[in-house]
């Protein structure tokens, strides 16, 4: 099976402006998240999707992240304004259900430089 | 914070022999899940352990849980150089399915 396709897989962009991540997860994957690493960090959950719905947000910094999966298949997460520690590599990942004892999937990343 | 912490940092060994990374947890989970990332790469799933398991084997990969002391450890036997990578556990605390990433530990496997 084809798996979690993110774009671009790199990006550069000065302080306050608005960038944009896309992420297509494995086909008939119900829900989906979208994680920020640090470097030299682990994974931070941001948001996790079931089908189109929000089921946690709860880490996601509000007044500048936002992500929507409209249709439940695709989403994006856009960040405006950035700042200088948003350079991070987010990274979104797909599982089959919920329900426990399931695993994830993930994509290869987009790694955002803010100058 | 719901992550774990995975001790140590980073381990250097010699191709051949035995890796061990621990990692430990604050909140009750339903089951926990070590992963590999390579330098630049997105995170592979290794192997899952259920709360109500003890030890699971998968290959050269060896898991072991011991709720009662919220800590697991990962075991990697006969390292390769190609085992070189960053290795994550992740903790499932219910059926919602957060996945919560602990620190990771920095593996180097010497040829």
């Known amino acids: 099976e084809a798996g979690v396709a993110q774009s671009p897989r790199y990006k550069i962009i000065e302080k306050r402006q608005s960038v944009a991540f896309w992420c297509n997860p494995i086909?008939?994957?119900?829900?989906l998240y979208w994680y920020q690493q640090i470097l030299g960090q682990g994974p931070k959950l941001l948001i996790q999707?079931?089908?189109?719905?929000?089921?946690?947000d709860s880490q996601l910094p509000k007044d500048r992240f936002s992500a929507e999966r409209l249709k439940g298949v695709d989403s994006t997460l856009k960040i405006q304004p950035a700042k200088l520690e948003d350079s991070a590599v987010y990274l979104c990942?797909?599982?089959?259900?919920?329900?426990?004892?399931?695993?994830?999937?993930f994509g290869q990343g987009t790694r955002l430089t803010v100058v | 914070s719901q992550q774990g912490e995975e001790d140590p940092q980073a381990l250097s060994i010699q191709e051949g022999e035995n890796a061990t990374m621990n990692c430990s947890y604050k909140?009750?989970?339903?089951?926990l899940q070590w992963y590999r990332q390579n330098s630049g790469r997105g995170l592979v799933h290794l192997i899952l352990?259920?709360?109500?398991?003890r030890e699971k084997h998968s290959g050269r990969l060896r898991v072991t849980l011991d709720t009662s002391k919220k800590s697991s450890s990962l075991l990697i036997t006969a390292s390769r150089a190609a085992d070189t990578a960053s290795y994550f556990c992740?903790?499932?605390?219910?059926?919602?399915?957060?996945?919560?990433f602990g620190t990771g530990t920095s593996l180097t496997v010497i040829p």
């Open positions: 990942a797909s599982s089959r259900r919920t329900g426990g004892n399931t695993e994830a999937f």
């Open positions: 999707f079931q089908n189109n719905g929000v089921v946690d």
């Open positions: 992740a903790t499932v605390k219910d059926a919602g399915n957060q996945f919560y």
């Open positions: 352990i259920r709360s109500n398991e």
């Open positions: 909140t009750s989970i339903n089951n």
């Open positions: 086909s008939g994957h119900a829900t």
